[in-house]
């Protein structure tokens, strides 16, 4: 199983951007997708997930600037972006706990990470 992640850059503040991450090879079962982000010097964080079954789930500090959504014919996940700030600078991953195999157990597959620079 790969993903790979795209439409990161460089955008102004206040500016938008959009994220794509298709999940590709053996799935059996695709569960939860999300958009995880690492700034520099800092920890990994969730900025949101989305369930195949049961809704979304955002960061406090990303309700109603950020939006996730999921084709799951595709198996692609998508994070819109709105309203950047400068503190939304980061390398973003999405992440997707998946099944390859009908006999396996869920686990949770990375991305290659895009990197999000929203200048001042």
């Known amino acids: 199983v790969q993903l790979q992640a795209s439409g990161g850059g460089l955008v102004q503040a206040g500016g938008s951007l959009r994220l794509s991450c298709a999940a590709s090879?053996?799935?059996?079962?695709?569960?939860?997708m999300g958009w995880y982000r690492q700034a520099p010097g800092k920890q990994r964080e969730v900025v949101a997930s989305?369930?195949?079954?049961?809704?979304?789930n955002y960061a406090d500090s990303e309700k109603g600037r950020f939006t996730i959504s999921r084709d799951n014919a595709k198996n692609t996940v998508y994070l819109e972006m709105n309203s950047l700030k400068f503190e939304d600078t980061a390398v973003y991953y999405c992440n997707a706990n998946l099944k390859a195999r009908s006999w396996d157990q869920y686990r949770d597959y990375w991305g290659q990470g895009t990197l999000v620079t929203v200048s001042s």
């Open positions: 989305i369930s195949r079954y049961y809704g979304t």
């Open positions: 090879g053996s799935i059996f079962a695709n569960n939860i």
